[in-house]
């Protein structure tokens, strides 16, 4: 287990969301979702992240006004699952980078064959 604090550990999300093309972080920005980092998933739940929402290839602009999306990244399981500091850091932004996969309407089987799985 490798325990950083939650600034360092904020700041290792912020790192991979500025990793990211211009239009894709532009696409995230206008897509009314929110980035949280959770220490923990619920209970009975194996997760190091969460996607909650409507992806964007199966919204509409008939849907009217809905809460904003929320990716959860959890703390706590990741770095229980990392070896070292960098190994954490590569942990979360693989996390970040699949959850947003999620958002932009990817499958579990095209996120591993990203290696973001």
Known sequence: MVAISEHDFSEAVDDALDSLPDEIARAIAEANVV???????????????????????????????????RILVFRGPLQRVSRDRDHLVEQIRVTVLHELGHLFGMSEERLHELGWG
Do not use: C, K, T
């Open 35 to 69: 980035i949280l980092i959770e220490e923990e998933p619920p209970p009975g739940e194996n997760l190091l992240g969460l996607y909650e929402g409507i992806p964007l290839d199966r919204r509409s602009v008939f849907d009217g006004y809905a809460q904003p999306d």
